[in-house]
């Protein structure tokens, strides 16, 4: 069965240190894995997709076939980074769907 | 202003009573998507629609029912049926395609609580 796991509920890192937000998926196929962002008040949305290989807002995330996993990492935080982070992954079952892992709420602290 | 809207906000619903949250976007999708978010566990599907007059049932369909009578609308309706109804639902829409790399694009949600 396809699953997405975020290890932590909560992050708590200081402003202009590293963060990294763990992700492991748990799929037979060839996966296809987004990360969704949610600010305070504002609606969930796209942060990046793997498939495009692109940095976004500072962000990265590489995909480890290996290892299953999909970390995102920004090497310094920023006061606007706080957020809720959401793993998930794109899989086909008739449509296509999104599984999501949890959810990791980081919080910058000044 | 393109988008996905959600209506209402706020909902209220009474023991034993059948409650409709909207969802209605202009994006031109195909795709239609009804999702539970409950804290500490992140989105669940609950039904989803990939054309008009089609829809399939996701994860978490019991208590609810869904219809798609037109390409932009996509309501669902929380019945009495569903024991635990207060949550945090979320409607989303997406491109289809051969691909599965299409991102789902959020409204802002409806809160259901019970009286």
């Known amino acids: 069965a396809q699953r997405v796991t975020q290890p932590e509920k909560l992050l708590s890192v200081f402003k202009g240190a590293p963060v990294e937000l763990k992700c492991n998926y748990s799929y037979s196929g060839s996966p296809e894995l987004f990360w969704y962002v949610q600010y305070s008040r504002q609606r969930l949305q796209l942060l990046l997709r793997h498939i495009s290989r692109e940095s976004i807002k500072g962000f990265t995330a590489d995909l480890n076939k290996g290892e299953t996993s999909f970390h995102l990492k920004k090497p310094f935080a920023q006061e606007e980074d706080s957020a809720m982070y959401y793993c998930?992954?794109?899989?086909?079952?008739?449509?296509?769907?999104?599984?999501f892992g949890q959810g990791t709420r980081l919080t910058i602290n000044p | 202003d393109g988008g996905i809207t959600q209506s209402p906000k706020y909902l209220f619903r009474k023991e034993g009573q059948n409650v409709t949250l909207s969802c209605e976007q202009n994006?031109?999708?195909?795709?239609m998507y009804w999702y539970r978010q409950d804290p500490g566990q992140g989105l669940r599907l609950i039904y989803y629609s990939q054309i008009v007059n089609d829809f399939q049932k996701g994860d978490i369909a019991e208590g609810y029912s869904v219809s798609r009578e037109k390409k932009e609308s996509f309501p669902l309706t929380v019945t009495s049926a569903q024991k635990n109804p207060t949550a945090f639902y979320l409607c989303?829409?997406?491109?289809?395609?051969?691909?599965?790399?299409?991102?789902?694009?959020f409204g802002d949600g409806t809160r259901l609580s019970i009286l």
């Open positions: 989303a829409s997406s491109t289809t395609g051969t691909g599965l790399n299409q991102p789902q694009h």
């Open positions: 998930a992954l794109s899989f086909r079952q008739g449509a296509q769907k999104l599984v």
């Open positions: 994006l031109n999708h195909d795709a």
